[in-house]
């Protein structure tokens, strides 16, 4: 997680000889997400996306959560489908009333058949990145939370490092509409691989703030909890998120907020806020390909964690990260 050096002291007493004595120092403890795995450079939440990460030296992975109609938690960024699978061409009668495909209306088994590919618009059939990792080329399938659990615990135990997971749960309202309690499964499972409490390396994340805060009350969690954010007004619940929640992960337009006529970037009192109440700031998303108004990805990445002072990025870049954090 934290990149530690080793800080060398040098303490002169008076009329004493000089002492050097060193001191093991974390780095400040900014994390690298990889954002649905490595998804600059493979299909957004696949397994080989996931390893590619793991090898670039992230310190955590996300896993966004929606379930099947069998219960079983599928990675994948949509309730939908067909914006990252051929699922109208392999099930065209399979859609609902409003023409699109939900996971939770096939099962585990159905949902293996697809062949997963890099985001597109399915009205175009246009890639979202085009730079990024052809479409339609090689093959990728989905896979379930326990999947890929185990190729990063299997990881872990052949490098020796210990990477942690990022669990989403991905629209709990909906999911209870459909008759499924997805904290609670997931909850489950997370607890059977051993991830239980804080020290454990497992950060889970919601946006709605009424579920996570259910996890920590009635469900019981103890484990490091980030209130996902997206609204401005959002910001004035911070106490309230505080109560329950260890971090938020807000939108990096949330923190920086404008560039000033000098050319300085105009930081808001977000991250300062969080940190007095002592939350961490876990911002999203840091894309390499999509700078807006920054000249270059390492002023992105300077001004958000040195200026502005967060905790961690969520990445598609994960190894522009690593390499920025390790030389800064
Ligand atoms: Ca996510």
Redesign the pocket.
Known sequence: MSKFSVVILTLTFIGCQTNEIKIAQPKAEKIVIAHRGASGYLPEHTLPAKTMAYAMGADFL?Q?IVLSKDNVPIVI?DIHLETVTDVAIQFSNRKREDNRYYVIDFTFEELKQLNVSERFDPLTNKAIYPNRFPLGKSSFKLHSLQEEIELIQGLNKSTGKNIGIYP?IKDPVFHLKEGKDISKIVLNILTKYGYKNKKDRCILQCFDANELKRIRTELKSELFLVQLMEFKEEETRLEEFSKYADGIGPWIQQIIIGKNKDGTWQISNLVSNAHQLHLKVHAYTFRADQLGDFSSFDELLNVALYEANIDGVFTDFPDKVVKFLNKN
């Open positions: 996300e966004d960024h989403e």
